[in-house]
C-alpha cells in the first residue's frame, strides 16, 4: 500500500474500533490506482460528524454542514467525511443541503465520475461498484449513472471532465460527451469562483491542449467568463506547445492569444475573480511581453519587468517563434546580472537630499529628478554613488538653467 495511506491507517482503525466503517475515497484512491503521486488522502465514514469528533481528541470543523471535519495525525490534516447523499437538486447547482448516511455505496453512488467513486478501506480492498477501475485501466471518464442526469443535478460536472481529460489525458465517453455537448448551457447557473477553481486545474493539466479543444468543441466555453467572442483565439490556443509555461505564464499567453490590452486583460482576468495579487504576476508578463514583442531586451525594460517576469515574457516569445521554451534563457540572464542596480533602494539618494543639494522646494521635480538619476545609473551614463549623483545632478541642473 502507499506510504500516504499507510501513514493514515491509524484514523480508520480508530474509527474503526468505535464502531464505524472508514474509507479512503475519491482522487487518492483513483490517482494511486494510476500510480501517480498522491496529493490529499480523503477518508470517508459511516460515524455521523459529532461522533467522529468524539473519537478524536482534537479536530478542526472545517465544513461541517457537509460532514467534514479535520484531523491532525503527525502532523498532516485529513478531512474525515461523513457517508452523505444530496438534497434534492435545485437550479441544476450542486444543493446547499447534505443529509447524511450509514451506506458507503450510496456516498459513491452521489459522485460525479466512476474513477472517483472508489473506495479503499485499511487492508488494501478496493470498494468499486461502478467499476471505476475498469475505466482507469481504460483511461476512460465516465458519469456515475446516466451522464444526462448528472449533469443537470450539477452543471459544474462537466467542467471538471473537461479538467481531468486535461490532466490524466483520458477520453471522455460517448455518452458523458454528448450529454455535456447538450448540457453545455447548464453551466450558466454556475458560480465563477467554482468554474475557475476547475479552469485553473484545466490550465495547469499536461493536456491542456486536448482541454481546451473539447471546451471549444463541446461549446462550454460559451458559458466562461468572456470567452464567447473567441472561438478562433482559443482554437489557436490549443495549438500551442506549453508544457514548459507555469500557471501564471499561461494566463498570461491566453490573454496575448486573445489580444488584450492591459486595461481589457485587468477586466478578464477579474471577471474570473483571480486574486488581486496573482493579476498583478499576470499583467507584468504580458506588458513584458507587449514591450519585448517590438524590441530585443533593453536594460530599461529589463529593469522595469524584473528577472523573474523577464524570464517568463522570454519562455512565451520563445513559444511564440517555435524555439524550446527554455533556449537563450542564460542570455536574459547575464543581461539582466549586468544591470548596475537591480532595484530603486540600491540608489543611495533621498528627495530630501535633492532639495538640499539644489535648494529648492519640495515638489513635483523631486520625483522626476529621481527618474533621471535611475535611469542613467541603469544606462551606464552614471556611477552609482551619492557623490557621482550630486555631481551629476548640479551639472544638468546648471545647464539646463
Ligand atoms: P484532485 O486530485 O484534483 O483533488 P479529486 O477527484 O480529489 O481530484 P476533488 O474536487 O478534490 O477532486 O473532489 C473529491 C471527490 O469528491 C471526487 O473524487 C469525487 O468523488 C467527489 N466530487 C467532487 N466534486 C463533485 C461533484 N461536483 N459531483 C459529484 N462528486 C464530486
Ligand atoms: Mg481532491
Known amino acids: 500500500m502507499n506510504p500516504e495511506f499507510q501513514k493514515a491507517i491509524p484514523l480508520l482503525s480508530k474509527i474503526e474500533e468505535a464502531?464505524?466503517?472508514?474509507?479512503?475515497?475519491?482522487?487518492?484512491?483513483?490517482?494511486?490506482i494510476l500510480g501517480k503521486r498522491i496529493a490529499d488522502v480523503d477518508i470517508a465514514t459511516s460515524a455521523m460528524p459529532e461522533e467522529v469528533k468524539a473519537i478524536f481528541h482534537k479536530t478542526i470543523d472545517i465544513g461541517l454542514e457537509h460532514g467534514t471535519v479535520a484531523v491532525l495525525h503527525e502532523g498532516i490534516p485529513y478531512e474525515i467525511t461523513t457517508f452523505r447523499a444530496e438534497a434534492e437538486y435545485k437550479d441544476f447547482r450542486r444543493p446547499s443541503e447534505v443529509y447524511f448516511i450509514r451506506s458507503l455505496n450510496e456516498d459513491l453512488s452521489r459522485r460525479d465520475f466512476t474513477m472517483n467513486a472508489i473506495a479503499m478501506n485499511a487492508n488494501g480492498k478496493?470498494?468499486?461498484?461502478?467499476?471505476?477501475?475498469?475505466?482507469?485501466?481504460?483511461?476512460v471518464i465516465q458519469t456515475v449513472g446516466k451522464a444526462e442526469d448528472r449533469f443537470k443535478e450539477d452543471a459544474l460536472r462537466m467542467m471538471r471532465a473537461i479538467?481531468?481529460?486535461?490532466?490524466?489525458?483520458?477520453?471522455?465517453?460517448?455518452?458523458?460527451?454528448?450529454?455535456?455537448i447538450r448540457n453545455a448551457h447548464l453551466l450558466e447557473h454556475i458560480a465563477v469562483e467554482r468554474k475557475l477553481a476547475e479552469f485553473e486545474k484545466l490550465l495547469s493539466g499536461v493536456n491542456i491542449n486536448?482541454?481546451?479543444?473539447?471546451?471549444?468543441?463541446?461549446?462550454?466555453?460559451h458559458y466562461l467568463p468572456e470567452l464567447l467572442p473567441y472561438k478562433q483565439q482559443l482554437i489557436h490556443f490549443a495549438e500551442?506547445?506549453?508544457?514548459?509555461?507555469?500557471?501564471?505564464?499561461?494566463?498570461a499567453l491566453l490573454v496575448h492569444i486573445l489580444k488584450k490590452d492591459a486595461r481589457e486583460a485587468?477586466?478578464?482576468?477579474?471577471?474570473?475573480?483571480?486574486?488581486?495579487?496573482?493579476?498583478k504576476v499576470i499583467i507584468a508578463i504580458q506588458n513584458g511581453l507587449d514591450l519585448r514583442l517590438q524590441s530585443a531586451w533593453q536594460p530599461l525594460t529589463l529593469y522595469q519587468c524584473g528577472y523573474d517576469t523577464a524570464i517568463s515574457v522570454e519562455k512565451i516569445v520563445n513559444i511564440l517563434n517555435g524555439r524550446p521554451a527554455n533556449a537563450?534563457?542564460?542570455?536574459?540572464a547575464d543581461q539582466y546580472q549586468d544591470l548596475p542596480v537591480k532595484n530603486k533602494s540600491e540608489i543611495p539618494v533621498t528627495g530630501n537630499e535633492l532639495m538640499q543639494w539644489l535648494d529648492r522646494q519640495a515638489g513635483a521635480?523631486?520625483?522626476?529628478?529621481?527618474?533621471?538619476?535611475?535611469?542613467?545609473?541603469?544606462?551606464?551614463?552614471?556611477?552609482?554613488?551619492?557623490?557621482?549623483?550630486?555631481?551629476?545632478?548640479?551639472?544638468?541642473?546648471q545647464s539646463s538653467e
Open 19 to 32: 464502531g464505524f466503517e472508514a474509507y479512503f475515497v475519491g482522487g487518492s484512491v483513483r490517482d494511486d
Open 126 to 139: 478496493i470498494i468499486d461498484p461502478f467499476h471505476g477501475v475498469d475505466d482507469i485501466r481504460l483511461k
Open 163 to 180: 479538467r481531468f481529460h486535461s490532466q490524466l489525458s483520458f477520453t471522455i465517453s460517448e455518452d458523458t460527451m454528448n450529454a455535456l
Open 210 to 221: 486536448g482541454g481546451i479543444r473539447v471546451l471549444v468543441n463541446s461549446g462550454l466555453f
Open 240 to 251: 500551442i506547445e506549453m508544457a514548459a509555461l507555469n500557471i501564471e505564464e499561461r494566463w
Open 266 to 279: 485587468q477586466s478578464f482576468l477579474k471577471s474570473w475573480r483571480l486574486p488581486g495579487k496573482r493579476i
Open 328 to 332: 537563450h534563457l542564460e542570455g536574459v
Open 365 to 397: 521635480w523631486i520625483k522626476t529628478d529621481l527618474q533621471s538619476i535611475e535611469e542613467a545609473i541603469i544606462l551606464k551614463k552614471l556611477p552609482n554613488d551619492k557623490e557621482s549623483i550630486k555631481e551629476w545632478l548640479l551639472k544638468c541642473n
